[in-house]
């Protein structure tokens, strides 16, 4: 089996409370994303992304391509809505504690087909399987005609 | 409780389907186009779940360790850190190595490699994906 590698860069300049840091995909794909303590753990937005943003479109993307490999169907369309939830846990701190996914499909398949799709996808996903050592996974899932 | 999502559409099968992530709603980054021969062979260029877990737990560890270092007394100028996930097929992720290089003045080395050992096992993301997989790390102060 092959082994697949991806990297990532960051800088951090500063304190944890008031310094800043820019993140770097090996592949090129995004660069220079800034991030920072107060607008990870406040509302967000203002331009800078977040770990858990950054997991939440992994998660998301990770599961769209496991349940595509469960529904072989061409002609599929699949949208998936991940939230990756961190909170204070007594005792330990932040932790991210859950990953709620929001998948809407559009397959040939039946009602019954389609559950054990996205139940498969959930087994199959690297992900999902990764974070399952301390987070939740919670999935609603539906089909569309 | 804080709360961060993003959105995938995905058209086709796995082999020959495509993806978008689509703008996150911070506005950081995307629309960003996902495939499965992107993932698993050669990425032109391309994402894939694999690097932004990587970029989501090199950017954790670092704020960590900024912490960790700050709270003994010994606030870094700069960290660089990295993260590089394995992903083996039909098996799953298999191994997060993360690195660290600082700059941090007044501090040894030994000291630094405590600081970081305990950023990569107190990191929130590291919470999230520990005992499923291998983990290590090397840290080393800017010479």
Known sequence: MPRIERHADVIWDGTNTRGSGRIDAGTGAFSGLEYSLPVRVGKGAEGKTSPEELLAAAHAGCFAMSLAGELRDDDARIHVTANVVMDEVSGKGHLVVESQLHVRARAQVDQGAFRRAVEAADEGCPFSQLIKAGARVSINAELEA | MTERSAQVTWQGSLMEGSGEIHEVPSGAF??????????????????????????????????????????????????????????????????????????????????????????????????????????????????
Not at chain 2, 45 to 61: N, Q, R, V, W, Y
Not at chain 2, 99 to 125: H, I, W, Y
């Open chain 2, 30 to 143: 995307g629309p960003l186009q996902i495939s499965w021969p992107s993932r698993a062979e050669e990425p032109a260029g391309k994402t894939s779940p694999e690097e932004l877990i990587a970029a989501a737990h090199a950017a954790c560890f670092a704020m960590a360790l900024s912490n960790g270092l700050a709270e003994a007394g010994h606030a870094p100028e700069r960290l660089e850190t990295s993260a590089t996930i394995t992903f083996v097929p039909g098996t799953g992720i298999t191994k997060a190595a993360l690195s660290a290089v600082g700059t941090v003045p007044g501090l040894d080395e030994a000291r630094f490699k405590d600081a970081a050992e305990q950023a990569k096992d107190g990191c929130p993301v590291s919470g999230a994906l520990k005992g499923n997989v291998e983990l290590t790390l090397d840290a080393r102060l800017q010479s």
